[in-house]
């Protein structure tokens, strides 16, 4: 079993009045259990110095299960046993808890705050009910955040951010170094945190919609996709065949830009600046292809709760299937010169590792965790758009095992030219048909939805709860990243200081869905 | 080493000529809403975000058009409002002041800001001037994120390498040097401190 989210409810409007903490788990993927099996069998494998492979489909019995470990805590004193000590993904789950719940995590490692920050007063917990999401909240004065440091003769300290150097969102970084060797990573997240959450509840669900769209730029599709899935759960309805394939081909789609944009970003974090410069062409034209499709180049405006605001004509297929074309030759060529180039191989290989058995005990979602021999992929596990009918279409799962930066460039390389493939299936199987189907005048209220989607960067997981009138009474997002930001402190560990950015960078995280 | 000259040559420019020659939107592309007169127009509840406003008076409904606050969404151009409002391809809404971004129409008749028909008349001309004598031809800028959904942060990305820089546009990374703080949208209680 995998941690898939852990998230709080508080119960005031129902019979328990109590607050309520779900562990939502998953079952692990069938493909991780003989994992010392698997050979170099696939001819890709030379060319991709011997990293990735492709896995097979699993046993259907396993697919799209979640198991909710449900725990009631007495609003008036509000504590429960922390779990985090047996299952490490627990730890910014049960640290969040604490900061917008008031749930005291009993025998946490690690209690600090996680969420608010220093000035934030105490005993206000946001996620309450009885908070106002309108209420001002007064800046305290504060001490100084205790950061996780090492201490020693010739230990540094280094402290970066919150604010960048480049063009990027916010996050503190404290690095205690002995030289160069990177001896501990505090990642200190959350200055983006907007309480979306908070804001999304007490809306109609179709307006909450344009708040989930929004939570991340770039997941915006995967993300208003989970958030429509949740709430097609709840009315018991299906959107039409035409409305999955379009789906799920713009899912591929954002996959695709993001894989090769953050191949390119990779490229700049190992100081090679032609990568850098076609990673970012072909991001962008891949860009411009959005804005034909959806009308933005976000591809947000496309999805809506019950199926897709748009048709996909016969001549944005031919777009399509030319800007992909031409997509894979960049990709192909793009990759072609990194192999070829030592000085960037050599700064890849064995760049901030991230163990397997690490990989699983944190949970970690997507790119990351394939990367790290860890076989999951929730477009095979929870099957979503086009993958949930009768007959899908094949999916290649790419795992490498180095965990390295390089097996993660590589999983993406791999999983982009598989993008493009699938969306020339899902092309071919499209038939006419009608675009959304009605969901209802209101929704039922007091039901839960959960969808886990498989966004750019692995399986986020979405938790929607209707209130007596059908509108959000509670909802959670678990990005990826929220997963995999402890695993890039474990991996920029095993590297050199200067070698960070290109750490960082290929795990390619978010901040603003971490956040939220 | 040659392949990649080779390459790049073969690549040549990419970046447009933008503004001298204008950049054409996708016809999905949705831009600012465009209201048509005399038309029966949506109720405030048709928006999601509460941009759309409505009061009563005298002359008769006025509604109001908060483009601050417009998502883009293109759901006030839907059935059964779509006679009424249309998306246009607008995409160059910047403002010199925030009731610049306000529009009205009642009866048959629209009105724009009253900071913008001051400024278009010929209040614009100083503040330009007034910019151009501060700044010079060439701005620094500086990105402080508080609380963006970072889209705006992949654009100006891509803005800068594919567009900005050579149009005299730069950005900062220490505190002292920008001319002008961008700071997106809202402000975190977080990055308050």
Redesign the interface.
């Known amino acids: 079993m995998a941690l898939a989210t852990v998230m709080e409810t508080d119960e005031k409007q129902y019979p328990d009045a109590d607050l309520k903490m779900r562990y939502v788990f998953e079952p692990a993927a069938p493909g991780n259990e003989n994992k010392g099996e698997r050979s170099a069998s696939n001819p890709d494998a030379k060319r991709n110095h011997g990293r990735a492979q492709h896995q097979e489909k699993p046993q259907p019995s396993e697919v799209d299960r979640f198991v909710t470990l449900l725990i009631s805590v007495d609003p008036a004193s509000p504590e429960a046993p922390s779990l985090t000590t047996m299952v490490p993904a627990a730890n910014w789950h049960e640290r969040e808890m604490q900061d917008l719940f008031g749930i005291v995590p009993v025998g946490h490692p690690d209690p600090r705050a996680l969420v608010v920050h220093d000035g934030w007063p105490r005993g206000v917990f946001s996620l309450r009910k009885t908070f106002g999401g309108s209420q001002h909240v007064p800046v305290e004065p504060a001490a100084e955040f205790p950061h996780l440091v090492a201490e020693g003769e010739g230990v540094f300290e280094i402290p970066v951010g919150p604010i960048h150097a480049g063009i990027i969102e916010p996050g503190h970084f404290r690095f205690t170094s002995v030289g160069e060797t990177v001896l501990h990573l505090d990642a200190r997240l959350f200055y983006t945190h907007r309480a979306l959450e908070k804001r999304m509840e007490g809306l109609s669900t179709l307006n909450a919609f344009y708040v989930a769209e929004r939570i991340c730029g770039v997941y915006s599709f995967a993300h208003g996709l989970g958030y429509c899935e949740a709430v097609e759960q709840i009315a018991s309805v299906e959107a039409p065949p035409r409305a999955r394939l379009i789906r799920s081909i713009a899912l591929e789609l954002e996959r695709l830009y993001n894989h090769v944009g953050d191949i390119g970003n990779m490229c700049a974090g190992a100081a090679f600046h032609y990568g850098t410069a076609t990673g970012l062409l072909l991001r962008e034209r891949l860009q411009q292809m959005n804005e034909r499709l959806a009308g933005n180049r976000f591809l947000r405006g496309l999805v809506i709760p019950g199926g897709v605001r748009l048709d996909l004509s016969d001549d944005l297929v031919r777009v399509l299937t030319t800007t992909l074309e031409n997509t894979r030759a960049g990709v192909d060529s793009l990759m072609e010169r990194i192999e070829a180039n030592s000085s960037v191989v050599d700064r890849l290989d064995e760049t901030g590792v991230l163990q397997y058995q690490a990989a699983v005990d944190l949970a970690t979602a997507g790119v990351a965790a394939r990367a790290s021999g860890v076989d999951r992929d929730a477009r095979r596990d929870h099957p979503h758009g086009a993958f949930a009918s009768s007959a899908p279409p094949s999916l290649n799962v790419v795992t490498a095992s180095g965990g390295d930066a390089m097996a993660r460039m590589m999983v993406r390389t791999l999983e982009a030219r598989e993008s493009i493939r699938l969306v020339g299936e899902f092309v071919r199987r499209l038939e006419p048909g009608p675009l959304v189907v009605a969901l209802g005048k209101a929704l039922p209220g007091g039901r839960i939805g959960i969808s886990a989607i498989e966004s750019p960067r692995g399986e986020a997981v979405h938790w929607l709860r209707t209130d007596a009138d059908g509108h959000v009474e509670r909802y959670h997002l678990r990005s990826p990243s929220y997963h995999n930001w402890p695993a890039v402190a474990l991996a920029a560990e095993t590297a050199i200081v200067p070698d960070f950015p290109l750490v960082n960078k290929s795990f390619e995280l978010c901040y603003s869905c971490t956040d939220r | 080493m040659l392949?990649?000259l080779v390459?790049?040559l073969r690549?040549g420019i990419?970046t447009t000529h933008y503004p001298a020659v204008p950049s054409v939107?996708?016809?999905?592309?949705?831009g600012a809403p465009v209201f048509r007169l005399g038309s029966h127009l949506p109720p405030p509840e048709v928006c999601?975000?509460g941009a759309i406003s409505e009061r009563l008076d005298a002359r008769g409904r006025h509604v109001g058009l908060d483009l601050a606050r417009c998502?883009?969404?293109?759901r006030c151009a839907e059935e059964p409002w779509s006679g009424a409002v249309t998306i246009g391809r607008d995409f160059e809404l910047a403002a010199r002041c925030r009731d610049d971004l306000r529009i009205e129409v009642v009866a048959d008749e629209q009105r724009v800001g009253v900071a913008a028909l001051e400024l278009d008349a010929d209040g614009g001309a100083p503040a330009k001037s007034e910019i151009r004598r501060v700044l010079g031809r060439s701005l620094h800028l500086r990105?402080?994120?508080?609380?963006?959904?970072?889209?705006?942060?992949?654009?100006?990305?891509?803005c800068?390498?594919?567009t900005m820089q050579k149009r005299g546009v730069r950005?900062f990374?220490a505190r002292n040097a920008p001319e002008l703080e961008r700071i997106p949208f809202?402000l975190?209680?977080?990055?308050?401190?």
């Open positions: 392949r990649i390459n790049a690549t990419v939107p996708a016809d999905r592309f949705r999601p975000t998502v883009f969404c293109g990105h402080l994120d508080a609380g963006s959904c970072n889209a705006c942060d992949w654009e100006l990305t891509a800068i390498q594919l950005f990374r809202n975190t209680h977080q990055r308050m401190e």
